[in-house]
């Protein structure tokens, strides 16, 4: 039994490691778990179907493409308009998302969320902005340029850019944007992000590889600060339920947190 993640690029990407150990620790000792990089997002369920796999995870830049091609969509992914699991079911490619519910899962150490500022208007702040709405929890869009925040306004998501932005009390404040992925910058000017911080309880940055510039500002003000480990893995746990049918959502977080630190 086959499963792979499609990316570009892959070759950085945790989830075989994640998925594998956990197939083997659990038993599933004929499923391996690959990467495949992919030039054009077209392709991607054609190659699924060719190499007849049974589960896949999709990430950057093919979430939409997958979205576009799964046979059926099940869930919050239709809304999020993006993709990144995909299961083969019944002679069909069903399409989810899990990053959403990853998401969801992993705010449940903060207490009381109820107010919420994502920074970013990508793919990921999309499946974090239904997430949130679909919870009844209040969440504002704050990202640099206008472009993107159409989709967030049509669905009832209150949204800004920097030049219309004012800052008003929040639970939390979640960057999603990949500024002090690979630079040293904030996703905002520090003005804004000093304005946010001081009106915020809680600072989670979705990067999990490093110390972002964003979260060690909020540590030195005294926030209560998580990066995005918590959510890869869960959203990997949600995505292996649905490829193996396996229950128990906390034996497997636990298994790729084990799997995590190897
Ligand atoms: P997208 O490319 O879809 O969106 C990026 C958004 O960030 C855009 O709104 C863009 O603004 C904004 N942006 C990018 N660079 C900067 C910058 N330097 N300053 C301010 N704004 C910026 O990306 P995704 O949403 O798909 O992914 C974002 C991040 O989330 C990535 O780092 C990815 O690795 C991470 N991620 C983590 C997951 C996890 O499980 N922990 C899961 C999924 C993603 P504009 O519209 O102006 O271009």
Redesign the pocket.
């Known amino acids: 039994m086959l499963f792979a993640i499609y990316g570009n690029p892959v070759s950085h990407s945790k989830s075989p490691h994640l998925h594998n150990f956990t197939f083997l620790k659990l038993g599933f000792l004929d499923y391996c778990y690959t990467r495949i990089k992919l030039e054009n997002g077209n392709e991607l369920v054609d190659n699924f179907k060719k190499l007849k796999l049974l589960g896949a995870n999709v990430?950057?830049?093919f979430?939409e493409d997958a979205f576009r091609q799964c046979d059926e969509i099940v869930g919050l992914a239709k809304e999020i308009k993006a993709v990144?699991t995909i299961v083969y079911k019944n002679n069909k490619t069903i399409g989810y998302n899990t990053?959403s519910i990853?998401?969801l899962k992993s705010i449940e150490d903060f207490d009381d969320v109820k107010k919420v500022l994502i920074?970013?208007?990508?793919?990921?702040?999309?499946?974090i902005a239904i997430a949130l709405k679909h919870n009844n929890i209040q969440t504002t869009i704050l990202?640099?340029?206008k472009?993107?925040l159409a989709y967030f306004k049509e669905a009832g998501i209150k949204s800004d850019d920097w030049n219309d932005f004012k800052a008003e009390d929040y639970d939390l404040v979640v960057n999603?944007?990949?500024?002090?992925?690979s630079?040293d910058?904030?996703?905002?000017p520090i003005e804004i992000i000093n304005n946010i911080f001081s009106h915020t309880k809680y600072a989670y940055d979705?990067?999990?590889n490093k110390p972002t510039p964003f979260l060690t500002k909020a540590n030195e003000l005294g926030l209560t600060c998580k990066?995005?480990?918590d959510?890869?893995i869960f959203?990997a746990a949600f995505a292996f339920m649905l490829f193996s049918d396996y229950p128990e959502f906390n034996r497997i977080s636990n298994l790729m947190k084990y799997a995590m630190e190897l």
């Open positions: 990430t950057v830049p979430k990144n990053d990853g998401f920074i970013g208007a990508g793919g990921t702040a999309k499946a990202n640099r340029s472009e993107k999603t944007t990949s500024a002090g992925l630079d910058s904030l996703p905002a979705v990067i999990y990066n995005g480990k959510m890869l959203q």
